[in-house]
């Protein structure tokens, strides 16, 4: 995978996004799923926490360090919380694509994947007047028909694949032409491993401390800086809204910001930037097994 | 969520509360559990420590920083152990609801859920005296229709929720004028998911070291602190009365008492404050999926 | 749960204890299990470790302390490495019981808790001619009905409870007159949940470092002794037999003996002390559940 | 288990070893893995880092430390990456046999052992042309009858074993006169339980932070280098090869090259060392369980 050349000199990049799953996270699943779910009240409120408080702490934390920010929201947290999703985008942040009910494109149909792409973009134009340019698989569990659908819709990104260090141009299809930008995502650099715990729905059933998860994201982003990779945080209001969670990825973005030679900004910014590069699209097969 | 006025000029408030759950924590759930569990002698042994030696230990550390709290104490436990409790009631604390063999609201029909809040209520009038203002949902796992059986009963607070740092006036039904003050907690102010391990019952299989226990919520109360929160900690007897655990939580009550503009109660004392605050009620609905 | 009198004016007591399941703790369980694991050759020389390194470095590491320790040996290891279960008698050292197959006792019925209490003595005699005064429940899961099978075979203590910081008399049934000795453990003083993993038989999946189970273990002792307890560690030589847990455990050793005022000794030896102090035998009953 | 004489008056003996599973090591498994899991194209993406990015920055410092390396190659993901397979042959390492989809033996029958082994050979050839001396069992789970099937087929080690801290020769069957070279291996020293999450596929679901993998190796180094032994790392490159983990391994190759009296080399090295002892074969017999 070859490097990326960053604008204004930079050496690397750095993106700390949002996914606001909300209730939608826990709600999509196998059969009964929404009813047994639904019907916990504390769990929905659990999860109700994003929207709440939250999104405010953390467009707070945004804003006194004047980080331009993605947040992915399906399109059932847009339906249910309107004014968050509005103050997010009242407050210049890039709101992009994340299913509507949180579903998971491999256990779809080709017709339900697109019903829910569809639904998706309606809620997020409903209520946000947004139509956005990045997708981000629920549960970055992309299916290899995504992209396709992705590219008919006017997506310039996906970030849901975790093959690089860097940005590249995805061939829709194995061989295509036509291509959106991939920006790699990774397991490691996300809050739900390290602070999730729903009883049977959820979590490896331990719970981490913020200064643990902080020092994992942060030599990480030490990692990718030195190799002029991009290095993309996924936090998840839900969880890193806590109150020291929140200070501590303050203290992360503060000494993010404090290098100079990466450039701190949102997902659309770099797959605009990544276009313009002119890459030739790199296809992916699938894996075959020969008998 | 709107913050809250604390009283005497305080920032924040602080709450040290402990489940008593003892073998009802393991004896409840599908068919047979009573049986199968009840048959595991050591398993018993385990939640026995709780009403044996971790009560009186945590008493003792309690009455040593001077700190009134709140013990939710399921009927089954005041009904096995009766003298721990009443000690904790000699010693001046508050005893609340914790259901009466630790049942899920959420896993039991209506019937069901009123005759363990009745046979709950009944266990601690008989054993303690007692008629408690407060509950907490067993495995906080509060039903959508458990607020207005609480209402019904007399009740003025719950603590099962999680979507806020502040307690707030919770509307018993959508729409409802009548409410209950609830007092939020989290999954991460707990010791279950630091410390819990029983095979084939309970936990990751993993157990943390008081130290890390004590980072954790140690940070989250700096955290709530700043935001003028309500930290509410949520240990039980039979992990936290552990002779290493119990002396970090000496060493964490002594640093929460360092904070002068923190208020350092029980729940029953935080509810009726808040109730004198005349908070509007906030309604919140079942999460509702279009097709 | 009263205090103990300690010997010599020592203020606690501590144990290092291990148990020798080898291959046995994984072939018992459900039809099928001895089959399919036994046909795991990588498996089996994951629990053979223990006797073949494990044990030979442990006893060194005692030997070095001047240490008496007491080893749990299932029928099942005696009888496939009797070299490796000499050499701990050899060595001065206590050798107990721990089932033959390492067989969970809830899990059998009476007939099959006699036959493998049985045959773990015959195995234990015939190997290194010893016949044991101590007991502890494989997964420490003792039945309502061990402790009486036991005094009928004269056996003096039992480990397997959880229930007390300091060792008690146990009436065998409740209300009975004859007792056993209960010395408790716990499962924050195992090397299991620390160190084990078996993929598809056990453990969480993580393997922590010697470093954190050791501060687990150093932080519990300091509080035990505090609290004039015995402190138990149970250790598995086929996993803290490896070079760097053994170096951690060889420290704590050095740590323990540096407090001058615990009495370090063998379960037999602080069994037998408390039989000395002649304690009013404690019964406890199997939970009832009102209807 | 007796030590071993290490060349040059060397004290003990090192390896960094890596298994370039890639896509095979989740696309094996029960009835419809390969259909279920190869649909998964994120999952199938965060495999391909391994040869994409992993191996080229692995080869880079194992370049700068100079030291020579042993890869065990699945067939399938020299079939699927063959160039990335010659850099390693090109950059002098050793080439070694992992199956041909990642099949664990002892979930084979012996035709299907014997096909799997034949095809991992015959990949190796033809892409690299390479004939290995060296094999490792996937998931390290050898079947008894494995080791007469690689002494058949000319392997002159195997790497898959755990009962001991020094490599031995390992008779095929028995008492059989002919046997292997065995390196063991231990859990402890593997990357997959610190890093590998993989959601409805592997993983306990927490991810460790890449300075707690390298203190937990680290010990267990300077452990082994105390007794003699010959520690072998092992490192998946889609999992180590990110850039925080490789600064680790980094850190840590520059650790263990400072111990002058440790031989530092690849596996092949140290099997035909080994082999040069002239040891007696040891025989290790399948459990068995008298009735």
Redesign the interface.
């Known amino acids: 995978?070859s490097e990326i050349r960053w604008p204004e000199g930079k050496a690397a990049a750095a993106a700390f996004t949002f996914d606001v799953d909300a209730?939608s996270a826990v709600?999509w699943g196998g059969p009964g799923t929404?009813e047994s779910v639904?019907?916990?009240?504390?769990?929905?409120?659990?999860q109700?926490?994003g929207p709440?408080?939250g999104i405010p702490?953390i467009l707070d934390l945004l804003e006194r360090h004047q980080i331009a920010s993605t947040f992915f929201v399906p399109g059932?947290t847009a339906?249910?919380y309107p004014e968050a999703i509005r103050s997010i985008v009242a407050a210049g942040h890039e709101i992009a694509h994340h299913g509507y009910?949180h579903e998971q494109p491999?256990a779809l149909t080709l017709e339900q994947e697109i019903d829910v792409l569809d639904r998706g973009l309606a809620a997020l134009a409903d209520v946000a007047g947004v139509r956005p340019s990045g997708y981000r698989?629920p549960?970055?569990?992309?299916?290899?028909r995504?992209p396709a659908l992705l590219a008919e819709r006017g997506f310039l990104y996906d970030s849901?694949?975790?093959?690089?260090?860097h940005p590249y141009e995805l061939a829709i299809a194995p061989g295509a032409d036509r291509s959106l930008v991939e920006i790699?995502i990774?397991?490691?650099l996300d809050d739900w491993?390290?602070?999730c715990?729903?009883?049977d729905i959820s979590?490896?059933?331990?719970?981490?401390?913020?200064?643990?998860a902080r020092?994992?994201w942060q030599?990480?982003f030490?990692?990718?800086r030195?190799?002029g990779?991009c290095w993309v945080l996924t936090n998840h209001p839900f969880l890193t809204g806590?109150?020291?969670?929140?200070?501590?990825l303050d203290d992360l973005m503060r000494y993010v910001l404090d290098h100079d030679d990466v450039w701190v900004t949102n997902l659309a910014a770099i797959a605009e930037h990544v276009r313009t590069l002119e890459l030739s699209p790199r296809s992916?097969t699938?894996?075959d097994?020969?008998r």
């Open positions: 995978m209730e709600l929404l639904g019907a916990r009240m504390s769990v929905m409120s659990h109700a926490y709440l408080v702490r059932h339906d249910r009910l491999t698989a549960m970055w569990d992309l299916s290899w995504t849901s694949l975790m093959d690089s260090d790699p990774q397991w490691a491993e390290q602070y715990y729903l009883p979590g490896s059933g331990l719970i981490e401390s913020p200064r643990k020092e994992l030599l990480e030490d990692g990718l030195r190799v990779g806590r109150p020291s969670r929140a200070a501590e992916i699938p894996p097994v020969p």
